[in-house]
């Protein structure tokens, strides 16, 4: 019984053999890995937030944005309301709790060429395509940080226009940057020259700590 069954398997081992050498039977084969390269992952730098002095008014706060790289102080409590921030994209809102953030003032930050000039790169990305005479730029004294570069895109009134002759001069230049009816200009710290931003303002001050100076006058930028 024995040899029978050994003689079975090795007729079955040499048909094997046989069939393999004919080809009728692939040999089967193991895959080998694939050897992928290892994907690289950047870490970007972690910023560093100076440590900025800190005032003995409780009253007085200051916000940082670490993402937009700019800080700026306010009196929470004044003119018997609440005053707040809130950050959007690459805006600041600073406004009066129980109104909408986005009714409020707020600064707006560009990026631009570091070898242009405040008015070239507001020409360049403000004032494209708007004539420079319906929309003359001039500089800026009042409300501005200490060492800072300041203009306003304004309009070309003339003594006795009336308010019809107004808003047509007004349409002719991007009314979101223009100071038509408030405080709107545009600042640049001479030592970021690669960063603009804009202010828009009002009619109005939301005051930081100090006789007659709004937040926006404690602009810093890290």
């Known amino acids: 019984m024995v040899i029978i069954v050994l003689a079975i398997l090795v007729s079955g081992m040499l048909l094997l053999g046989i069939m393999l050498g004919r080809g009728q039977i692939s040999p089967i084969t193991v895959p080998t890995p694939s050897s992928s390269p290892t994907p690289t992952i950047s870490i970007a ?3 560093t937030v100076p440590q ?6 409780p009253n007085l706060k200051r916000y940082i944005s670490e993402k937009l790289s700019i800080t700026f102080t306010y009196l929470v409590s004044q003119n018997g309301q609440t005053a707040s921030v809130q950050e959007i994209g690459n805006k600041v809102y600073v406004y ?17 060429d570091k070898n242009q000039t405040l008015e070239e790169a507001v020409k360049a990305q403000i004032l494209k395509g708007y004539s420079e005479s319906d929309c003359p730029i001039k500089s800026q004294s009042q409300y501005v940080p200490v060492g800072f570069t300041a ?4 309009l070309p009134i003339s003594q006795g226009d009336e308010p019809e002759a107004i808003q047509a001069k007004a349409a002719k230049c991007p ?8 405080m709107a200009y545009f600042v ?3 030592s970021h020259p ?10 109005y001050l939301i005051n930081s700590e100090g006789d007659n100076k709004g937040w926006q006058d404690t602009l810093q930028l890290f």
Do not use: C, H, R, W
């Not at 009066?96 to 600064?107: C, H, L, R, V």
């Not at 009314?175 to 408030?182: C, I, M």
């Open 45 to 47: 730098p972690i910023k």
């Open 52 to 57: 900025f002095p800190q005032s003995t008014n």
């Open 96 to 112: 009066y709790t129980g109104t909408p953030a986005t009714q409020g003032q707020y600064i707006e930050v560009f990026d631009k």
């Open 151 to 154: 203009l306003s895109i304004t």
């Open 175 to 182: 009314s979101k940057y223009t100071a038509f009816g408030g």
């Open 188 to 190: 640049e710290d001479p």
């Open 194 to 203: 690669d960063k603009m931003f804009f202010l828009s303002i009002g009619q």
